[in-house]
């Protein structure tokens, strides 16, 4: 089975700043996926960013890049120039690249101040 | 285009009780997911469809639990004898198909089930 966990229950970053968030995951997988979700108070879970195993290159998206180390099993998220509207809960996910379901950690809360 | 929407919103029930929560997934996407979401904590996978039929459900978590989809497209999760530990934001989830993380699994906004 695979766990994923998020050592860091919240985080407060001033807006402007960067503030990086911790994710490490436990597999005996070699072909899987690794996914940064946000989840604003609405509740809707979005996705920030997507990393697959098999590729060395760190993925971006504008703002948001991660930091992959597949032999440590570490992937943290890295947010730079921090907006309001980044304020939110922050998840990483697993899942299997053969699999169907994703294994969620327990959460970063993230709060961006003005 | 329009994104998975769920019903209700919030649903408040007594313990015993039987409730439905219903998901529409996005037009065209074959693969839907339930998870649950207690307080404070991560999502948790419940159950995963293919089309109509149900091709793993290992995350229920009991026989009270139990979802359909009988033709493809829309979905119901459905719990009998409510217990209060069964309350928290039931999420859904649907993907063009089920093929890894190769698809982006889209959320809907989830409900909130309260059991008093």
């Known amino acids: 089975a695979q766990t994923v966990t998020q050592s860091q229950p919240e985080m407060s970053v001033q807006e402007a700043e960067t503030v990086t968030l911790s994710c490490t995951y436990d597999?005996?997988?070699?072909?899987?996926?690794l996914f940064w979700y946000k989840q604003p108070p609405s509740r809707q879970m979005i996705l920030v960013i997507r990393q697959e195993a098999y590729k060395q290159q760190n993925a971006t998206e504008n703002r948001f890049s991660v930091n992959f180390q597949k032999a440590a099993k570490s992937f943290s998220l890295k947010i730079s120039d921090s907006q309001l509207g980044d304020t939110a809960m922050y998840f990483c996910?697993?899942?299997?690249?053969?699999?169907?379901?994703?294994?969620f950690g327990g959460g970063t809360r993230v709060l961006v101040k003005p | 285009g329009a994104g998975v929407s769920q019903t209700p919103s919030n649903k408040v029930t007594e313990k015993g009780k039987y409730v439905e929560l219903r998901c529409d997934p996005i037009s065209g996407h074959t693969a839907l997911y339930w998870y649950r979401q207690s307080l404070g904590q991560g999502p948790e996978f419940l159950i995963y469809f293919q089309g109509t039929g149900a091709a793993d459900d290992s995350g229920l978590p009991n026989d009270r639990f139990f979802a359909v989809r009988p033709e493809g497209s829309v979905s119901t999760l459905k719990i009998q004898r409510t217990e209060r530990g069964d309350s928290a934001v039931y999420l859904c989830?649907?993907?063009?198909?089920?093929?890894?993380?190769?698809?982006?699994?889209?959320f809907g906004p989830g409900t909130r089930l309260t059991v008093t």
């Open positions: 597999t005996s997988e070699n072909n899987y996926y």
């Open positions: 989830a649907s993907s063009l198909t089920a093929s890894g993380g190769l698809y982006e699994q889209y």
């Open positions: 996910a697993f899942i299997k690249a053969a699999g169907n379901k994703l294994t």
